[in-house]
């Protein structure tokens, strides 16, 4: 701990650095005090102020005044949604308005059945996003354990370890190597660390800090190497996380746009099926004079065309889509980017932690003589402090098992000298000095030869191009007597450099090729070298596209920015405001991008993506929070499998539309077809209540267990401005629709001459019924994204085909429920007419899958990769 709190060895004279944190946010105010003799004094710390050896600390009293008046050392992200707040929020949107409208609606009309369905769709749709909320919260407060919760500082007189939320302006902050540091501060006295920055800028190297000009550190960064004293100057919102953090609620994000859609398609439905509703009471009452019948053919029509199914498919859809992605080790955090997902054009993700390993690995041990030299590895590895968390250091130390040796002295970072230096001393007097560091830095300490120096210049840039991170190594051998105060005292033998990469992960790779295949453009950017960013993206497998460098974005205005994006691949040397705004110009120019990132400096980049995916492990509160989606294993692998749910969400949300504006065609073309020819209702009511029954389970179930395509991940993202309802696929299934309205209409009318009106009913509502399923299979072929597929798998679709079947069977058998349903065994004739009625629409409805929508090039492509 003294090395931390400074050297109390010298009772003759003591030096302390004070800081004052209200001088300025980034510079310390430093007072030098001397003082004469272990007894004497030299200025008067403050009542709140005592000084420990050659650290100033507070008193716990003034450390809690001032937690008081700051608020805890906490950003807002750490707060937790609870149950009755997700509940609140829930019963706020509009489709579950939607919902509960419906069912007011139905009951006002009298229809209680209907009303309870509606209601009872709406608790569980209430519930089902309820429970996903809870567990997302759950599961993120298990992720904020991750984060370094406790800090030691200096208090009352001694050190002390306490919550980091405790932590406030000007206490002394004791660092050592492995620490998480927990409030912006400033390096005191002779400090010297280094300090891992990357969740912060994204520049993976360790970065050299000093007492001094570049003695600012910031929450949130790791102390890799050295130890230290340094005094906050900000805390919670006011540290540069905070700020961060506090950016984030004044991006505008929106809605989703597949939400939108459904909306203005409800909006658009209900008004419709309202003023058909009132036309129909209208019609019936002045020209029939019949107003009671007028109001139940009304009130029939406005059930047939009342979409409350939407609401159904979107919320139970996406709470699906979510629990699937959780197996695959996904957290959701907003339902609605998993389809969104799934329409991505393009893919910006940063290298350090998301696409490397983020540990250091030695890779080249390089000589002059150009051969492996067990010498230079066992001088690189005495250049590194045993306890030193440096990921280099440890890289270069795994595989060593040499006997542990106490150092004689440590020689750390200076501003003017980027080397570090270890001295040992042998039981013959002498002693050995290993020096490792950045090439330039360990060069002018040695005095290498002309031909040597470019020789080693080349060799360096070789390594730098290959995106390596390159160490230089030297060494030296005098007395013990002889060990000087500073490195650059003494001149040094070259003995070699060291590459050392952070690897690609093992599983990026595979993940790019299936991302490129799906037509997914995917965007290196990173705080690192241009050098080094190509190398790794060339290991990743990122397409060869344009490098782009933070200088040159810099100068660009925003439409020269967009347009210049459409080629890049690569962005290197990004600030985290240049991160924002290459967001925002990929969106203005009409691209859906996804944002992966775990730092601090992605957090605006994630909240302003179409999709924000935040590293669950590794990243800070403020990405999680910030985010739409959480790796919780950290696996960019988990990204394709995404990608690939939220096309099939989207898919199947398209096929249950589909069936949706298909089936109410026939239902209610029944229940208007007797205001023209004047016939008894065909379907009442209580009749289209029977068939909403089906209908839901139908949408929420069959489709949203469809399999996917086997071409659905190399196929090209739908169009940014596709539309659910595009022009194709509405006509389609208008006409499928207007198919079976034509042949039930027939069958019912085939029927009238050979039974009375219930039986009339009872084969039109059984050939309705038997219609549906037929219309599930036609869908199902229609819009698979891999084309028609009849044997792909699907059990929920054969558990509904049962369902139909028993209810049928119970509704023409039990003799208590024909006559509430004022129906009537149909005689065999009419089944027969049934049973043609349904081949002749199976076969109509095959012809114009297979010809009206042949194959596409999307399936011609799965049959060639296949």
């Known amino acids: 701990m003294a090395n931390a709190l400074g050297d109390t060895s010298d009772a003759g004279h003591r030096v302390s650095d004070r800081c004052d944190p209200d001088s300025h946010a980034d510079q310390p105010l430093f007072k030098r005090e001397v003082t004469e003799g272990a007894q004497g004094q030299s200025g008067v710390a403050s009542e709140d102020e005592i000084i420990v050896g050659a650290a100033v600390g507070l008193t716990t009293e003034a450390a809690l005044q001032r937690l008081m008046a700051d608020g805890p050392n906490e950003v807002g992200a750490a707060t937790i949604r609870t149950a009755p707040a997700i509940a609140l929020d829930v019963v706020q949107e509009p489709m579950f308005l939607l919902l509960i409208a419906g069912g007011v609606t139905y009951l006002v009309l009298g229809d209680l059945a209907e009303a309870i369905i509606l209601s009872l769709f709406a608790c569980v749709s209430v519930a089902i996003t309820i429970v996903q909320e809870i567990r997302s919260e759950h599961a993120l407060d298990a992720l904020r354990a991750l984060a370094a919760p406790r800090a030691r500082v200096v208090r009352d007189g001694g050190a002390a370890e306490i919550a980091a939320r405790e932590v406030v302006r000007g206490d002394l902050l004791v660092l050592d190597a492995g620490d998480r540091i927990s409030a912006d501060a400033v390096l005191l006295g002779d400090a010297a660390i280094e300090v891992d920055e990357s969740l912060l800028t994204g520049e993976s190297a360790p970065v050299p800090k000093t007492a001094g000009v570049d003695g600012a550190i910031k929450a949130g960064t790791l102390v890799t190497q050295g130890a230290g004293t340094a005094c906050v100057v900000a805390t919670g919102s ?36 309202g003023v058909v509703a009132l036309a129909v009471l209208l019609i ?401 009511p209580l009749h289209i209540a029977l068939l909403e029954i089906v209908i839901d389970p139908v949408c929420a179930l069959v489709f949203e267990a469809e399999p996917d395509g086997e071409g659905s991940m190399i196929s090209p993202p739908r169009a940014a401005n596709a539309r659910l309802f595009d022009r194709s696929m509405l006509i389609w299934s208008v006409c499928l629709g207007a198919t079976a309205f034509a042949i039930a209409s027939a069958v019912a009318g085939l029927a009238g001459s050979l039974g009375t009106p219930d039986q009339v009913r009872a084969v039109t509502f059984v050939t309705l019924c038997t219609l549906l399923l037929c219309m599930i299979h036609l869908h199902r072929g229609r819009l698979r994204v891999g084309g028609i597929d009849g044997r792909a798998t699907n059990r929920m679709s054969a558990a509904v085909a049962g369902i139909v079947a028993v209810m049928l069977a119970a509704i023409l058998s039990v003799p208590v429920l024909r006559t509430v349903l004022a129906l009537a065994p149909p005689s065999g004739s009419m089944w027969a007419l049934a049973v043609a009625g349904c081949i002749t629409f199976a076969l109509a409805g095959g012809l114009t899958v297979r010809v009206w929508h042949p194959y596409n090039h999307v399936q011609r492509r799965a049959s060639a990769a296949g």
């Open 284 to 684: 019936h009452g002045f020209m029939r004079h019949d107003w009671s019948a007028g109001l139940l053919s009304g009130i029939a029509v406005g059930m047939s065309l009342l979409p409350e199914e939407f609401a159904v498919v979107l919320a139970v859809y996406l709470a699906m889509g979510a629990r699937r992605l959780s197996t695959v080790g996904v957290l959701t955090r907003q339902a609605a980017a998993i389809e969104t997902l799934g329409a991505a054009t393009v893919l910006c993700t940063d290298k350090t932690g998301t696409l490397t390993e983020n540990q250091m690995r030695v890779v080249n041990w390089w000589t002059p003589e150009a051969k492996i030299s067990d010498r230079l590895q066992a001088i690189a590895a005495a250049a590194c402090l045993p306890a030193s968390a440096d990921p280099m250091d440890v890289a270069i130390r795994i595989g060593r098992e040499e006997p542990a040796r106490s150092p004689a002295k440590s020689f750390a970072l200076r501003r003017d000298l980027l080397a570090v230096g270890v001295a040992y001393a042998n039981a013959d007097g002498t002693a050995e000095i290993a020096v490792k560091g950045a090439p330039e830095a360990v060069l002018t300490l040695c005095v290498p030869d002309p031909a040597l120096k470019t020789l080693l210049q080349a060799r360096i840039a070789t390594m730098a191009a290959a995106g390596q991170r390159v160490l230089a190594v030297a060494s030296a051998s005098i007395s013990i007597s002889a060990i000087p105060e500073r490195l650059d005292e003494l001149t040094y033998r070259f003995d070699g450099l060291v590459g050392l990469i952070d690897p690609v992960r093992a599983d990026v790779p595979p993940a790019i090729a299936r991302l490129r295949a799906a037509g997914i453009r995917v965007v290196m950017i990173t705080g690192d070298h241009p050098a080094t960013a190509r190398a790794i993206a060339g290991q990743a497998g990122i397409a060869e596209g344009n490098l782009l460098v933070g200088s040159e974005l810099e100068i660009l205005s925003d439409e020269a920015l967009a347009l210049a994006l459409q080629d890049v691949t690569i962005i290197a040397r990004v600030s985290p405001d240049q991160k924002l705004r290459i967001l925002r110009a990929l969106h203005n120019a009409g691209e859906i991008a996804a944002m992966i990132g775990d730092g601090v400096n992605d957090a605006p980049a994630l909240r302003a993506a179409d999709i924000g995916v935040a590293m669950g492990r590794r990243g800070t509160d403020v990405a999680r929070e910030a985010g739409d989606l959480v790796l919780l294993d950290d696996r960019f692998a988990s990204i394709p499998d995404a990608v690939r749910l939220g096309r099939r969400i989207y898919n199947n949300i398209r096929q249950a539309a589909g069936f949706i504006v298909s089936v109410h065609v026939p239902i209610a073309g029944l229940a208007i077809l007797p205001l023209v020819t004047g016939s008894p209702l065909l379907l009442g």
């Open 238 to 273: 006011a540290s540069a996380i905070g700020r961060i953090a506090g950016a984030l609620s004044s991006l505008d994000v929106g809605a989703p746009r597949l939400r939108q859609e459904t909306q203005a398609i409800v909006r658009i439905s209900a008004l419709c099926g």
